[in-house]
């Protein structure tokens, strides 16, 4: 029989107005959740009620924070109060953190330290020093949250779209690794490119307050996490025919900024969106936005032979094709920015087999929030050697939602059986996010990862 509890929703926004309302609403129904609450910021109390206008079930209380900026230690009484005022007696408490990821870091340790289930959004964290990002303090903090969890029998996820993504896990992991473990075949090369389509304008920089630039952090800490955990899903998947060699990650990055954008966008069609002019606050202070586009070379090297196993590259890219024809950032829409995904991914095992998958989003009718995807998947063997392979196969499928995924771990996670993505099984994706965010501070500069 499954526990009833409650659960407290910090940072009530569009994605879970939408996205994530339905499940908690059916769990409430199922009996898994007696109720829920929301926790969010003074300055959000009239978009939160708007929103909280449209949903089915309501929540039994709300909390409003005043803001406090964005250093982690700012206000941090005043979030273990509004937590606690949030409960209900006698039910034991779950925490979905859905907050921008600067404020993550001081809920999920409240989770932690108070032995309350937690689901908290990609990525885990990102450490602020004087209120600007600090890439340097990631690991530390995942390594003291993910010892203060294993403490206690509480659960932790993290919401992230490969987990539970059926052309990813079953299209992607699950062929590579039963080809891996048939012929002992470490992946030997493996690209990935996320391009995500996101347009921007330059004072949209300054202004925004949901996916900000100006406190430092960009891409990789906003859509690249996805995909950041995919790849390190598939760079360790070499330790099934490794398993007794230490491995070592060589990054090199380079990145486009904000600053860069009027260089790359024609002005003819910045212009078609009002664009015309430099916002003279960025112009003052370009320097301090965080990276739009992030690309990488890498090497999974035998650090006792020195031997190359894997070598490859990472792109995550904002300033690809968009859909975006609107010059004012609209309300009641999450893609506020005209986000078009299209994700590229190829692995390939020596000589012998490679996988290669295209997932990209397909736009029609009007509504910019809700369109599906489609997945091209080629495969290519040395089908003279493989008893049971082909040269080369090619499979379609259409209708792929990403968001179904990312519902499928809230559903879990509701009902006490999420596996997939425990807090725990992130340190070494959050370990490679911050390796690429220091290897951008000096590009073409080698960052390392021992222990892989």
Known sequence: MVETHQLVVVGFDEIVANKYMPCITRAVKDGCLQSYSIVDLESERQAVEERLAGVEVQPQKCVFLP??????????????AALASAKVRGLPTMTYIATEVGSHEKYLRYCVEEGTASLVEKPVLAPLVAGRFEPTGISRAMAELIAAAQRRSTRHSVMTLSRYHRIYNDKLIAPLRERMLTW???????????????????????????HPYRYGYGMLMHGAYHYIDLAVQILALNKLV?????????????GAYPSDQRYRVPLQATARLGDHSPCPTFTREQGRYGETDVTSALRLIDIESGASITLGTLAFEQTTPSIRDWSILPNGIYN?????????????????????????????????????????????SNASLMPGEQFVTQEGFEGVFHSDSNRELMQNWLRGTETRSQLSEHYLPM??????????????????IDEI
């Open 184 to 210: 002992q075949a470490p992946v030997t090369s493996f690209h990935l490119r996320a391009a995500g389509g996101v347009w921007n304008l330059e004072h949209e920089y300054v202004i925004r307050e949901d």
């Open 67 to 80: 803001s406090r900026g964005r250093d982690v230690s700012s206000g941090q009484d005043e979030v273990r």
């Open 242 to 254: 490794l398993p007794d060699r230490p491995l070592r990650l060589q990054l090199c990055s380079f």
């Open 431 to 448: 370990r490679v996010l911050e390796a690429l965010a220091l290897s951008l501070r000096v590009p073409g500069q080698i960052v390392e």
């Open 336 to 380: 506020k920015n005209g986000r078009t995904s299209s994700v590229d991914v190829e692995a390939q095992l020596s000589t012998l087999y490679s996988v290669h998958v295209h997932c990209y989003d397909s736009p029609t009718g009007t509504d910019v929030d809700r369109f599906g995807a489609v997945a091209d998947i080629v495969t290519r």
